[in-house]
C-alpha cells in the first residue's frame, strides 16, 4: 500500500489552461506539503495543511490554490498555467513535529508548452 | 529561518570508494538533521537522520556526524556502489517555535558511482 501517493505522475498542457494534481496519504498524518522541485532539483516548499488548515504559504502566485478537504488529502490546482511553471511538484506528509521523517509522493512531472 | 548549505553540488566517485557530503546551518536552536535521497523519477526518501544529542550514527555503509559548535552535518557513505547513485539532499528543521515540520532542504549532491 503506497503512503503518500499522487496523481497524475505525467501532466502535459498548454500555457493557459488549468489543472489539479491530488495527493492522498493513508500514514495518518495531520500535516501535508506541497514542494516544487525545478530543474536544478532544488525544492521549495509551497503549502502546508495542518488539520486541513493553512499553515504555510510560501511567495507563491495566487494562480496556485490548495484545497484540504480533509486531513488525508491535498490537492493542488493551478489556474491560467505558464511555461514557468514546468516543474515536478511532491506531496509529503509529517506526523507535524519537526523532528520526524516526511513520507514524498512520487511526483508529479508537470510540463507547460 | 533555517538557511541550509550543502556541498558538493556533484560528486563523482569510483565503486568502492568513499563519499562525503557537507551541510553548514544557521540556527543554532536546530535539533534534528535528516537526510533524504532521491532516486531518478521517486521521491525523496530518508535513509537516516541524527539529533543534536549524539554526535555520530551509523547505518550499515552510511553515516551521519554532527558538529553543532560548527554548525555542520556530513553525510558519509562508505563503499561505494553504483545503487548509491541518487540525489542526496540535507535537511534542517523548523526552529522550535515553528512546530509544524517546515523542513528547509539544501540544494542538493548528485552523486554519481561509476564502476
Known amino acids: 500500500d503506497t503512503a503518500v501517493s499522487q496523481t497524475p505522475k505525467y501532466l502535459v498542457t498548454q500555457m493557459g489552461n488549468d489543472k489539479s494534481i491530488k495527493c492522498e496519504q493513508n500514514?495518518?498524518?495531520?500535516?501535508m506539503y506541497w514542494y516544487k522541485q525545478d530543474s536544478k532539483k532544488f525544492l521549495k516548499i509551497m503549502f502546508s495543511y495542518n488539520n486541513k488548515e493553512l499553515i504555510i504559504n510560501e511567495t507563491v502566485p495566487n494562480r496556485f490554490s490548495p484545497k484540504s478537504p480533509d486531513k488525508a488529502h491535498l490537492n493542488l490546482h493551478i489556474n491560467s498555467l505558464e511555461l514557468g511553471d514546468s516543474a515536478v511538484y511532491f506531496c509529503?506528509?509529517?506526523?507535524?513535529?519537526?523532528?520526524?521523517?516526511?513520507?514524498f509522493g512520487q511526483g508529479t512531472r508537470l510540463t507547460v508548452v | 529561518g533555517e538557511n541550509v548549505e550543502q556541498h558538493p553540488s556533484t560528486l563523482s566517485v569510483q565503486e568502492g570508494d568513499s563519499a562525503v557530503i557537507k551541510c553548514t546551518y544557521s540556527d543554532s536552536a536546530s535539533n534534528y538533521f535528516p537526510w533524504y535521497k532521491q532516486e531518478l523519477g521517486k521521491g525523496p526518501q530518508l535513509i537516516i537522520d541524527?539529533?543534536?544529542?549524539?554526535g555520530e550514527k551509523k547505518d550499515q555503509r552510511i553515516a551521519v556526524t554532527l558538529n553543532k559548535t560548527a554548525k555542520h552535518f556530513s553525510l558519509h557513505i562508505t563503499e561505494t556502489q553504483p545503487e548509491d547513485s541518487a540525489v542526496y539532499f540535507c535537511a534542517a528543521p523548523p526552529t522550535p517555535t515553528d512546530s509544524w515540520g517546515k523542513l528547509q532542504f539544501g540544494a542538493g549532491t548528485q552523486v554519481v558511482v561509476t564502476p
Open positions: 541524527i539529533r543534536s544529542n549524539v
Open positions: 509529503a506528509s509529517t506526523t507535524g513535529q519537526g523532528d520526524t521523517e516526511a513520507f
Open positions: 500514514l495518518g498524518h495531520d500535516t
